[in-house]
C-alpha cells in the first residue's frame, strides 16, 4: 500500500517542521544560559572578570558646563560664524 502526499500538505509541514526547530532551538539557549550561570556562580566564576569597560561618548551640539568660555566653545562659534558669513549661490 503506498501513501500519497500531496503538495498542499507538504507546504503546511515544512513551515510547521521549521518553526519546531526554532521554538526547540530557542528553548536550548534559555535553559544553557541559565544552567550556565547557576554553575557560575556555585563555582564563583565570574564572566567579566577579564573585560574592560570604556566610558560612554556622548556627542552634544550643545556646549557643557564645564567647557564654557573655553577655547573649544570659542572655536565652535568661530566655525559656526565662517559657516554664516559664506556668500549664497
Do not use: C
Not at 550556565?36 to 572578570?49: F, R
Not at 569597560?53 to 557643557?64: A, F, L, M
Amino acid at each position: 500500500m503506498f501513501l500519497y502526499i500531496d503538495i498542499s500538505a507538504v507546504s503546511y509541514v515544512i513551515p510547521l517542521v521549521a518553526g519546531i526547530a526554532v521554538a526547540v532551538g530557542a528553548w536550548l539557549a534559555i535553559h544553557f544560559r541559565r544552567a550556565k550561570s547557576k554553575i557560575s556562580k556555585k563555582l564563583g566564576i565570574d564572566e567579566n572578570a577579564g573585560k574592560e569597560v570604556e566610558d560612554d561618548v556622548v556627542i552634544s551640539d550643545e556646549p557643557d558646563e564645564e567647557t564654557e568660555g573655553t577655547e573649544a566653545t570659542e572655536a565652535t562659534e568661530t566655525v559656526a560664524d565662517d559657516v554664516t558669513d559664506q556668500p549664497k549661490e
